[in-house]
Nanobody, 122 residues
Framework: QVQLVESGGGLVQAGGSLRLSCTASGRTFSSVGMGWFRQAPGKERDFVAAISWSGSDTYYADSVKGRFTISRDNAENTVYLQMNSLKSEDTAVYYC???????????????WGKGTLVTVSS
């Protein structure tokens, strides 16, 4: 089992930045792939970014490429999502997820956090 707790969400103006954190406990963190997903009101949960267990491979949704950066610190059992140049359409609940098999798609995630709300005002 892996328990995930997100933090860092909040209200920010368009063009601003936020950094989300997700701290894991339980199963060895360094052996799982990690991802960030988001769900806007009335919409499905979508992929945002993912990082392999080693941190050597990262993946991004087209909508966030060049603006968001995913990283991880296995010594701290934490994965981060640095979000820059935020837009109103980035407003959503952001979820951290972990994959036992280093997958990046939503169906490959085995554990989920409860989410943190990011609101971008225009």
């Amino acid at each position: 089992q892996v328990q995930l707790v997100e933090s860092g969400g909040g209200l920010v103006q368009a063009g601003g930045s936020l950094r989300l954190s997700c701290t894991a406990s339980g199963r060895t963190f360094s052996s799982v792939g990690m991802g960030w997903f988001r769900q806007a009101p009335g919409k499905e949960r979508d992929f945002v970014a993912a990082i392999s267990w080693s941190g050597s491979d990262t993946y991004y949704a087209d909508s966030v490429k060049g603006r968001f950066t995913i990283s991880r610190d296995n010594a701290e059992n934490t994965v981060y999502l640095q979000m820059n140049s935020l837009k109103s359409e980035d407003t959503a609940v952001y979820y951290c997820a972990a994959s036992k098999y280093d997958r990046t798609d939503i169906y490959g995630m085995d554990y989920w956090g409860k989410g943190t709300l990011v609101t971008v005002s225009s």
